[in-house]
């Protein structure tokens, strides 16, 4: 009988380069994770290059196009191999899209050809490669190419197939007038600052930075001049590149102990499930979700500060005067930990994809655009079954705690004491009902899910759905709605 391969050569397991293996095995890091962290690495460094030595001054926008475009595709090259054609094919198949599909359809078209594309390598990662385990997981690049080609192409439709009355204000901001050319495109999906690890920007910010005019042009949106400021200043992003660094050490430090130190699979270890009080597992629940945070912090910190390095990501200033590198941040870490709404909690966290969940779906929705907006979500995450029970939960939490908050708050507005009572219950709530939400993602399988519902019964999910059959959200819907429609009316006038 044939011997199975040992489990340590699983981890090494990779269609893209094994130059890193040594490193990898001498850390005992994924080859994966090594290819990914030296293919951002080495982009920060070039960041920073571009920015000095490819300035809008020193080179033509061609040529910063071509520069961004080929070396993004070959970081994705080197980490995935053969899978990188996966996205080269949907490149080349929303390009076909996007210059021959009519303005009134393009973002029709561009959404069902991108998300279609997205979902088949979802499943066949999943069902046919076995969750995944044995292949390189390349739905990360995949996933943020499709925010990108979705985003480009409602930007275009609002540009040049809709009203500008019809529009919201941001939608006329971002909206596109002249499609892409094959350069711009492919630069714009492909670049070396993105193409890993996002974030999705949006396309008109983008090539005011290649052009040169990116920063220029947030200052005068904020009226810079009418502020008694005589010139435009050219600030360097070097402090928040500093500052954002720091931060991904300490993420990376959290990782390699905390993270370790406190698995996700002993939420449904036999003692936690039938011997734990129910105290005990709600702690340690919360302790495993927060243990599971700091990949995320580092990933997301790190791209933002590649981006900085580049010269991309300006916002603005503060109120202090300060300027701020924070227009493709997808976090926010201390409003994330302090949060006591999980409204507040989600506006922090995955920024940049909750900003393309709004633009695509949930603006634009006709009708529930809360359901349809998680379940998009959920679609775009992927077909593993732990991201769904996440996601419908997601849904009841979200209309109950928007239900509860309506309610209540005002009765806790009257004393500082009482609004300090308030946001210390409703942060212990917020973050305890986050925790219990989002196990399942972690998890991704159904039979775990189950179990560590089953072990907590399932009281967040009854708890939500007695606050919205009792509380009188329909009132709030109807105050909703008539916002939106007086919105409209002003526009109109």
Known sequence: MATEPPPSSLAYRTTGSTLLHPVSDLLGIPLDQVNFVACQLFALLAAFWFRIYLSPEKASSVVRHAFAAIFGIYFVIFCFGWYSIHLFVLVLMCYGVLITASTGNIHRYSFVVAMGYLTVCHISRIYIFNYGILT??????LMIMTQKITTLAFQIHDGLGRKTEDLTPEQLRLAVKIRPSFLEYISY?????????????????????????????KLLEMNWKQKGYSSLPNPSPTGAVICKLCI???????????????????LVDDWFVNQASFLSRL???YIVMQASKPKYYFAWTLTDAINNAAGYGFSGVDKNGNFCWNLLSNLNIWKIETATSFKMYLENWNIQTAAWLKSVCYERAPWYPTAL?????????????GYYFTFITGILVTLAARAMRTTCRHYFLSSQALKAAYDVVTWAVTQLAVSYTVAPFVMLAVEPALTLYKSLYFHLHIISLLIILILPIKSQAKRQSQTLNSFHNKKKT
């Open 283 to 285: 702690c340690y629940l």
């Open 373 to 385: 907006t998680f379940i998009l979500s959920a679609l775009w995450h992927g077909v593993y079954p």
């Open 136 to 141: 390189t997981d390349f739905s990360g690049p």
């Open 248 to 266: 991904t050490l300490v993420s990376l430090l959290f990782f390699l102990t905390l993270t370790k130190a406190y698995p996700v699979t002993f």
């Open 189 to 217: 999906l492909l670049n070396f600052l993105s193409v890993i690890a996002g974030p999705c920007s949006s396309y008109k910010d983008y090539v005011a930075f290649i052009e040169g005019r990116h920063i220029h042009m």
